[in-house]
């Protein structure tokens, strides 16, 4: 791969905290520029107004997965036409906290908010998966008794096995330690008596989620003008 192509394999990497979807699915990449060992990001978002915090957890692991390449050296992040461009932009590239760069705006750092956008990624990925699951004929029984390693043995087409990544992976995320393979955020293990309310409410979570997410796909594409998301070619089944 070039350099371009791996920075942009590594940007696939940084999700949007409420959307859980990827910047580079979204749109949100304005442009990446490389000169030798250093690398600059440019990135938007939907509107000018777009919360500070999230705009500087997505800058921050922009930063973080583009240095994880062996031969970058120095990471600079730009968030193009945003109300906190310019303290976001430089507290970033200096590896500050959102808390030194917000002192007078916030008491602490942004675990607490990532753990909050970690769970809802979690009941929405979880949600695709049980889901998808029953309709390959598998019981509520047999998925609540589901250990880890019996889900992740399981012959999955290519499909499920993404959706089984994907939802294990926020489990790791959330620090779950539980062998079971289906609980709570709190790591509470299901039954058959809560099994389908717990399941719609994480289906509530999963399309709320996906509505916000085609909502600042018309922002951004009215904002800077861009073709509709199905002109090109980012639409997943």
Not at 41 to 52: A, K
């Amino acid at each position: 791969m070039t350099k371009v192509e791996q920075v942009y394999q590594m940007l696939e990497k940084v999700y949007d905290p409420e959307l859980d979807e990827p910047l580079t699915d979204l749109n949100f990449i304005d442009r990446v520029e490389i000169n030798g060992q250093s690398v600059h990001v440019v990135f938007r978002l939907p509107t000018y107004w777009c919360s500070p915090n999230f705009a500087y957890i997505m800058a921050e692991d922009i930063r973080k997965y583009v240095s994880e390449l062996g031969w970058v050296t120095t990471v600079q992040v730009s968030l193009l036409d945003h109300c906190a461009s310019d303290e976001i932009n430089k507290g970033v590239t200096n590896g500050q906290s959102f808390n030194e760069v917000f002192s007078g705006l916030s008491d602490g750092d942004l675990q607490g908010l990532r753990r909050i956008f970690d769970i809802k990624a979690y009941y929405a990925r979880q949600e695709k998966l049980l889901k998808y699951l029953l309709n390959r004929g598998m019981t509520e029984e047999e998925i609540i008794g589901l250990s880890i390693q019996k889900l992740k043995n399981l012959p999955l087409p290519e499909k499920g096995e993404l959706l089984r990544d994907k939802y294990l992976e926020k489990k790791k995320a959330l620090n779950h330690s539980s062998l079971r393979a289906v609980t709570t955020p709190e790591e509470e293990p299901l039954t058959k008596k809560n099994f389908k309310d717990y399941l719609r409410g994480a289906k509530r979570t999963r399309m709320s989620m996906e509505f916000n997410a085609h909502y600042c796909r018309g922002l951004l594409e009215a904002r800077y003008n861009l073709p509709p998301y199905e002109e090109v070619g980012l639409v997943k089944e």
